[in-house]
């Protein structure tokens, strides 16, 4: 069944869906006396984000419940751990997330590896999918919550080793927080975050942005970036919210694939080193837009049953163009260049429907999720690659260590690769059971039908178009054993699935292909210490995924890898102590492996290689004190062991140690801040690109960053 549904049209559906609702709602009968006290509270310590230990969530089952009742590891990075380490990017946030691997994302998009598998499309805002490709801001976000494993059964397709879901900053709070920020290589950011709640309830607002402008370590890089999110919430009955969203980000960088490798290592060269155009910030910048628009209802027709429906529209647009290493000849210490542009049209709808049933049947208290999303997606992509060419029209060759770099102008549309527009239908239903049997013990357990449906329309002569249907259960279920308040004991298993052309369009060597699925089963106990001031997480898994498939480093083809297993332990920690000390730290060990494959690469065989971009060891720990009298201190260490950067390991990536620091003076409303990274300026490979052995990026030396804000 062909979903063909304007975004207005889905609006107009999504109101039928909560028309009985609100007629219900203003046809009940008024209370006798008057309406219920509405009490508003103007703290911003009732933000999500705030602190370092929360002890909730709510992306793992679309309520907040209790992270110890929840039987799966999620990690959480609140508004305050990105504030005290100025994180304004994905990848800075990430850090603080075990078992997470950064790929460089093209030089265009946030894209990061959960425990041996590839996110690239296991984006979400606010639980609705968000996977256009681009680079996100943090301005607008509260909190950064990772589910680790399949989480299909509440998100859809993808999320094989987890999935991101950003929290937004709502209103419902007075806040004003204006800050300003100044660092190396003359980067400038701007931010503010004002918020007011009207004195009857009935009424919030909050308007959050940023502006940065930067230079690099890299050369010839540069981030011209500019976000906005302004929101209303408004109360139209006692227990009837509407909530209005908009957001808008645009981001100009230089498109860097980073460093070329020779004899198995990154090449030995200044971090600054870049291989591409001489005038990469004309020819090879990649400039995005994406625009969204979400409104969100939510009523509660009694202490039982509640409902939440929310609507969101999103453009992206994407212009990128990049010069980026084609191969490279250890003999002669040369390398040539591939230089090409990718132009991206987007847009799409999601509405999701959620009734939530609280019961108590035969002894035992039920929480039920009732669930329903449909939506459309329209990707329109053209891609152009050629080689860099010589005087006389052959491929030209550049020194390896220190290359001429060539002044190139933007490629010219002709014939491109890939020209098609891709379309994405997804109708499903999912419903969830939160069970307490007993004090001691809790169960999770839940099911989603998924119906998915792709065409892929191509526009070069002789390609033609493709198509396929796929349906499929994603079930997930857990037991939770808690012997005392501060002990949480549990084992899940979930299973989900991935399409051929979840991410990129289907193309002939995919498009017959069933979904890949992934089975997860994982044992884990959570503590609370020191009167809840204190918790640890420990997991033990195994993951497995059969058929994997990752597209080329030009998007252009697809690579049957095969059948790839992790197995793994993570330990997370989160503490606020006495005495102003705050902690956050995680552990991961992970055994990733291709264990089954017939596909070669570089010569060699894929069966029985490590999962790129994946280190056996990784932690990091960061803790602050304060230290009274208006100073504080911070610093912090991340620890990623060796990892591959190709599918047949002729290439490895060094591990290494950074470590941070920072410190602060907050008097009164003001607060000044600063920050150094690398802070022994390690020499590192930060991230790759998973599939090509010759696109790896350095991490930056040592930095320093100012910050004033003013926050009350």
């Not at 606010?126 to 996977?131: L, T």
Request: proline share 5%; aromatic share 10%; glycine share 8%.
């Amino acid at each position: 069944m062909r979903i063909k549904l304007h975004p207005i049209c889905a609006a107009v559906a999504g109101s039928f869906v909560f028309q009985p609702m609100l007629v219900w709602a203003q046809s009940a009968p008024a209370a006798p006396a008057q309406l219920p006290e509405v009490t508003v509270k103007a703290d911003v310590s009732r933000e999500l984000g705030a602190g370092y230990n929360p002890p909730n969530a709510v992306s793992a089952t679309k309520t907040e419940a209790p992270l110890r009742d929840v039987p799966q590891t999620v990690n959480v990075v609140t508004a305050d751990v990105m504030r005290d380490q100025h994180a304004t990017s994905m990848q800075d946030a990430l850090k603080n997330v075990p078992g997470v691997s950064f790929s460089h994302g093209d030089g265009q998009r946030d894209q990061v590896s959960i425990r041996g598998f590839t996110a690239i499309a296991d984006q979400f805002v606010d639980g609705i999918r968000d996977d256009a490709l681009y680079f996100r801001d943090m301005s607008n976000v509260d909190r950064v919550e990772v589910i680790k494993g399949p989480a299909a059964v509440l998100y859809g397709r993808g999320s094989s080793g987890g999935l991101i879901n950003r929290v937004t900053k709502k209103p419902g709070i007075d806040v004003t927080d204006f800050a300003l920020s100044y660092g190396m290589w003359a980067d400038r950011r701007a931010e503010a975050d004002v918020g007011r709640v009207f004195a009857d309830g009935a009424a919030a607002f909050r308007v959050t942005g940023a502006v940065q402008k930067a230079n690099s370590y890299r050369s010839q890089q540069f981030l011209d970036r500019a976000a906005i999110a302004p929101s209303l919430e408004l109360r139209v009955a006692p227990e009837t919210t509407v909530l209005f969203q908009a957001d808008y980000l645009e981001d100009r960088r230089v498109t860097d694939f980073g460093i070329p490798a020779y004899r198995g290592r990154p090449v030995e060269v200044p971090a600054s080193r870049y291989y591409g155009a001489a005038n990469a910030r004309d020819a090879d910048y990649s400039q995005s837009r994406v625009f969204s628009g979400t409104a969100t209802i939510n009523h509660r027709f009694n202490e039982n049953w509640s409902i939440r429906n929310a609507t969101r529209y999103y453009h992206y647009s994407l212009d990128r163009n990049n010069t980026l290493t084609r191969d490279v000849f250890e003999a002669t210490r040369e390398l040539t260049l591939n230089h090409g542009n990718v132009r991206r049209e987007e847009h799409g709808w999601f509405n999701q429907t959620d009734l939530t049933q609280k019961a108590t049947i035969f002894g035992t208290k039920h929480e039920i999720l009732y669930g329903m999303e449909f939506g459309q997606q329209n990707k329109d992509q053209v891609n152009n690659t050629q080689p860099v060419r010589d005087t006389s029209g052959g491929i030209a060759r550049f020194d390896l260590f220190n290359p001429a770099l060539p002044v190139l102008p933007r490629l010219a549309p002709g014939n491109p690769a890939t020209s098609n527009l891709g379309v994405f239908d997804t109708l499903a239903f999912y419903t969830q059971d939160m069970i307490t049997f007993s004090e001691q013990w809790k169960a999770l357990v839940g099911v989603r039908y998924d119906n998915f449906q792709q065409e892929t329309r191509n526009r070069i002569a002789g390609q033609r178009d493709l198509s396929r249907s796929d349906s499929a259960w994603s079930p997930r279920a857990g037991l939770v054993w808690q012997p005392s308040k501060t002990q949480s004991y549990y084992v899940s298993w979930s299973k989900s699935f991935q399409p051929s052309g979840e991410t990129f369009p289907l193309a002939t060597n995919n498009a017959d292909l069933t979904p890949e699925t992934t089975n997860n089963t994982e044992i884990g106990a959570k503590y609370d210490w020191l009167d809840g001031k204190a918790s640890t997480t420990i997991s033990v898994f195994r993951l497995e995924r059969n058929n994997m498939k990752v597209p080329n480093a030009t998007n252009t083809a697809i690579l049957q890898v095969g059948k790839q297993r992790t197995d793994g332990v993570e330990l997370s920690a989160a503490a606020e102590l006495a005495q102003g000390w705050k902690v956050l730290a995680g552990y991961a060990y992970l055994d990733a492996r291709i264990i089954n494959s017939t596909q070669i690469d570089a010569g060699q065989p894929v069966q029985g290689k490590r999962a790129t971009l994946t280190p056996r060891h990784s932690g990091n720990v960061w803790v602050t004190k304060d230290l009274g009298h208006g100073f504080g201190i911070g610093g912090g260490l991340n620890l990623v062991g060796p990892r591959f950067a190709n599918l047949g390991n002729t290439v490895t990536l060094p591990g290494y140690v950074t470590a941070d620091a920072m410190a602060w003076y907050r008097r009164g409303a003001f607060e000044a801040q600063l920050n150094v990274y690398n802070l022994f300026d390690k020499g590192y490979i930060v991230s790759a690109h998973g599939t090509n052995a010759n696109l790896n990026m350095p991490g930056a030396p040592r930095s320093v960053m100012a910050t004033l804000r003013y926050r009350m």
